[in-house]
């Protein structure tokens, strides 16, 4: 069975950083594109970064452009996401996804795999 586990959230400052880890078991890591995805309350879904499996390509949301970074750890079946400069408009869930074709989207619909999610709160 496939499992994606996130954490690393929690109530920060404005301004602050977080480091979110997902780390995934059940299948192979090293060949899926990853992402990051977001949803506040009464929001819909919103893509926040996206990694190839070889993590040669990464991609980021105008929204946190310059602020956020994604990163992975093959070996270690783990995918991170780095929030510095939070503003309280981060707040939300946040959810580690996986597309094991590989495939690279800023599209929910395109990823097989979901975690449950971690809560983001940035207080102003």
């Known amino acids: 069975q496939v499992q994606l586990v996130e954490s690393g959230g929690g109530l920060v400052q404005a301004g602050g950083s977080l480091r979110l880890s997902c780390v995934v078991s059940?299948?192979?890591?090293?060949?899926?594109?990853m992402a990051w995805f977001r949803q506040a309350p009464g929001k819909e879904r919103e893509f926040v970064a996206l990694?190839?499996?070889?993590?040669?390509?990464?991609s980021v949301s105008n929204s946190v452009k310059g602020r956020f970074t994604i990163s992975r750890d093959n070996a270690k079946n783990m995918v991170y996401l780095q929030m510095n400069s939070l503003k309280p408009e981060d707040t939300a869930v946040y959810y580690c996804?996986?597309?094991?074709?590989?495939?690279?989207?800023?599209?929910?619909?395109?990823?097989?795999?979901w975690g449950q999610g971690t809560q983001v709160t940035v207080s102003s």
């Open positions: 990694i190839s499996w070889s993590g040669g390509t990464t």
């Open positions: 059940g299948r192979t890591f090293s060949n899926s594109a």
């Open positions: 996804a996986a597309n094991w074709r590989g495939r690279l989207s800023d599209r929910p619909y395109e990823y097989n795999y």
